[in-house]
C-alpha cells in the first residue's frame, strides 16, 4: 500500500534503511520485488553480515538497484566491527554479480579516529573491483543531549583536532582520485566541506538531496 501511495505522488525512488534492514529477508525481497515491478529504483544499504550467494542472487533477481556496503576498515578495530575482511567472502560475489543482475555496489565508508589508514585501502580495493565509493566524516555526539549511559563512551570514534591535519589531507587525497576518474558518491566540493564540517564550522550547501523524503515503518 506504501508502495503504490508513493507512486501516486510520483515518488520512484525507494531506499530501505535500518539497523540492518536483512534481518527481514523476506520482507525486504517482497519490497525489492513489488517496487522493482512499479518502477522503482530500490536501494539497499546492508553491512553484509547476512548476505549469502543465494540471497543476493535473489536480490538481483527481484530488480535491487543499488547495494551500499558498510564497510570502515579492512579487519576489525575496537569500536568498529565492519570489516571487509569479515564479508569478504560475500563482496566477492556481489562484486561478481553486478554485471549478471545490473545492480551497482558501492562502499560506504565512514572516517573515523581509528581508519584513517583503512579509507584509502579501502578505496583502493573499490576501485581494483570496479565499484563507487561514498564517504562520511564520523560526527561526535551532541553536546545538549546525556551521554552518560553511553557504554561505549570511551570507544568514541569522532575525530578528535589532533587528527585534523591527517584528515586533512586524507581528504586532498580522496580529491585527486576523484579527479583521476575513481567512481565516488562524493563530489569533489563535498569532500572540501567535509574539512571544515569535520571542524564543527557552518557550511553553505545547496545539495538538495532528501528534501523530498518521506519515512514509512513497516509497523
Same mark, same amino acid.
Given at each position: 500500500e506504501s508502495?503504490?501511495?508513493?507512486?501516486?505522488?510520483?515518488?520512484r525512488?525507494?531506499?530501505?534503511? /535500518?539497523g540492518?534492514?536483512l534481518v527481514r529477508? @523476506?520482507?525486504?525481497?517482497?519490497?525489492?520485488?513489488?517496487?522493482?515491478?512499479?518502477g522503482f529504483?530500490?536501494?539497499?544499504?546492508?553491512?553484509g553480515?547476512l548476505?549469502?550467494? =543465494?540471497?543476493?542472487d535473489a536480490l538481483g533477481? =527481484?530488480?535491487? %538497484? *543499488?547495494?551500499n556496503?558498510a564497510?570502515?576498515?579492512v579487519s576489525?578495530?575496537p569500536g568498529l566491527p565492519?570489516a571487509?575482511m569479515?564479508?569478504e567472502t560475500?563482496?566477492?560475489y556481489?562484486a561478481k554479480q553486478q554485471?549478471?543482475y /545490473?545492480?551497482?555496489?558501492f562502499?560506504n565508508i565512514n +572516517?573515523t579516529?581509528?581508519n +584513517?589508514?583503512d579509507?584509502?585501502m579501502l *578505496?583502493e580495493i573499490?576501485?581494483d573491483n570496479? +565499484? %563507487?565509493?561514498?564517504?562520511h +566524516?564520523?560526527?561526535?555526539?551532541? &553536546?545538549s543531549?546525556d551521554?552518560?549511559?553511553?557504554?561505549?563512551?570511551? &570507544?568514541?570514534?569522532c575525530?578528535n583536532p &589532533?587528527?585534523y591535519?591527517?584528515?586533512? &589531507?586524507l581528504?586532498?587525497?580522496?580529491?585527486?582520485?576523484?579527479?583521476? /576518474?575513481?567512481?565516488?558518491?562524493?563530489?569533489? =566540493?563535498?569532500?572540501?566541506l567535509m574539512k571544515?564540517w569535520?571542524?564543527?564550522?557552518d557550511? @553553505?550547501?545547496?545539495c538538495? %538531496?532528501?528534501r523530498?523524503?518521506m519515512?514509512?515503518?513497516p509497523d
Amino acid at each position: 500500500e506504501s508502495i503504490d501511495w508513493l507512486k501516486s505522488l510520483g515518488c520512484r525512488v525507494i531506499a530501505i534503511m /535500518g539497523g540492518e534492514p536483512l534481518v527481514r529477508k @523476506d520482507l525486504i525481497l517482497d519490497i525489492v520485488r513489488y517496487g522493482r515491478e512499479k518502477g522503482f529504483f530500490v536501494y539497499l544499504p546492508t553491512n553484509g553480515f547476512l548476505l549469502t550467494e =543465494a540471497l543476493i542472487d535473489a536480490l538481483g533477481e =527481484a530488480g535491487v %538497484a *543499488t547495494i551500499n556496503l558498510a564497510v570502515d576498515c579492512v579487519s576489525p578495530k575496537p569500536g568498529l566491527p565492519k570489516a571487509l575482511m569479515a564479508v569478504e567472502t560475500q563482496f566477492r560475489y556481489l562484486a561478481k554479480q553486478q554485471g549478471k543482475y /545490473g545492480y551497482i555496489v558501492f562502499f560506504n565508508i565512514n +572516517i573515523t579516529s581509528r581508519n +584513517i589508514k583503512d579509507v584509502r585501502m579501502l *578505496t583502493e580495493i573499490a576501485h581494483d573491483n570496479r +565499484i %563507487a565509493t561514498d564517504y562520511h +566524516i564520523n560526527e561526535p555526539p551532541l &553536546e545538549s543531549n546525556d551521554i552518560s549511559h553511553f557504554t561505549h563512551r570511551r &570507544e568514541v570514534l569522532c575525530i578528535n583536532p &589532533e587528527q585534523y591535519g591527517e584528515v586533512d &589531507e586524507l581528504l586532498d587525497w580522496l580529491i585527486q582520485k576523484n579527479r583521476r /576518474g575513481y567512481p565516488m558518491v562524493n563530489s569533489v =566540493a563535498h569532500l572540501r566541506l567535509m574539512k571544515d564540517w569535520m571542524r564543527g564550522k557552518d557550511i @553553505d550547501w545547496h545539495c538538495r %538531496a532528501g528534501r523530498n523524503g518521506m519515512m514509512i515503518r513497516p509497523d
